[in-house]
């Protein structure tokens, strides 16, 4: 399954963006399997940000994210979205959509599918 990322820039502290996944033709996959959002800042490891079951009805963020961003999927037009408000310094990252084992107990795990993409840059200016 595959996707591309769009929708990052650089924007100023408190500011949003809202980013987008599209899948690029796995169709009835992508309905049926959950989605997550992930992120990689310079010098520090991949890390999980937000998850959505395949039906889209239910969503995990992590902590830094909680009460910030909001994921959405929708399974007409094959789309997931990152909605991110209140922006910091600290969400400056390459952010990654790619299909995920959605879990409501913990953080979503790649599912054995995914493909990196190229990801979307994020930068918050302070």
């Known amino acids: 399954v595959h996707m591309v990322e769009s929708g990052g820039g650089l924007v100023q502290t408190g500011e949003s963006l809202k980013l987008s996944c599209a899948d690029s033709?796995?169709?009835?996959?992508?309905?049926?399997?959950?989605m997550g959002w992930f992120r990689q800042a310079p010098g520090k490891e991949r890390e999980f940000v937000a998850g959505?079951?395949?039906?889209?009805?239910?969503?995990r963020y992590a902590d830094f994210a909680q009460g910030r961003f909001t994921i959405s999927k929708d399974n007409v037009k094959n789309m997931m979205y990152l909605e991110m408000k209140t922006l910091k310094p600290t969400d400056t990252a390459v952010y990654y959509c790619?299909?995920?084992?959605?879990?409501?107990?913990?953080?979503?795990?790649?599912?054995?599918?995914?493909?990196w993409g190229q990801g979307i840059q994020v930068t918050v200016s302070s």
């Open positions: 790619v299909p995920v084992y959605f879990y409501l107990d913990h953080d979503a795990e790649v599912h054995d599918q995914a493909s």
């Open positions: 033709g796995s169709g009835r996959t992508f309905r049926e399997i959950g």
């Open positions: 959505v079951s395949w039906s889209g009805d239910d969503t």
